[in-house]
């Protein structure tokens, strides 16, 4: 197979990532500075995969369709209040091709050539899905040729594995290092993460300061 359509979800940055807020402080502060950086180098790294011919960004944030369009990815509007896996459902229903994967919008350590060992993986069956590094959560899910069918949320890879799904495992610890704590954005910095983060953390007093402070 030759090419994916990926669909990434982004929330308004006004009330994304909450639980990175005791990192950047007050709100207008570098919160959504971080998010973005988040985004962008996810998205970044999506459309850098040999294995991807397309990336749509489900999103109703000003901001995040035009970081996102800068790189080359396609931004469509959101379902304003449905929800993460209507937001999912939506975004798979504009992909291209028979090959869709949900990909989170937290992996700043992900790499190109992860994401396509994982998705030719994806290829042998028809949905599979690729745990965060906990176990409970999810940071990829993927169909060929049938309904996506995402249940994203609260222990979502028992979700996906009950309905279904394959569970994938290899060696990409960017792709299961998914960024909602401190503590994983420190362990997703010691992997390496890509530019914008980088730059970010590197130029924020505050969020330095902050992660020495949370280690
Ligand atoms: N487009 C869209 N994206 C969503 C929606 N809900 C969640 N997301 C995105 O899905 C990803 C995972 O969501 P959560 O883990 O709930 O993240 P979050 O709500 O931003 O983080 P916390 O506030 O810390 O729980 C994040 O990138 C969110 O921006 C939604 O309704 N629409
Ligand atoms: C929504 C999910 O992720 P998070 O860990 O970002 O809450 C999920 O894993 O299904």
Redo the contacts with the bound molecule.
Sequence with gaps: MSSWSVVV???RLAV?????QPLTGAPGGDHGALVLALLGDTVAAALACPRVGSVVV??DEPAAADLVQGLGARPVP?RPD???NP?LEHGAGLADGPAVAAL???LPALRPDELAAALTAAEASPRCFVADRQGTGTTLLTAVGTALRPR?GRGSAREHRSGGAVPLTGAWPGLLRDV?TPADLRAALELGVGPRTTALVRRSPTLALALGAAR
């Design positions: 979800p982004a929330k994304a990532k909450t639980r990175l489900v999103t959101d449905r929800g993460l937001a989170s919008s937290d994203f909602d």
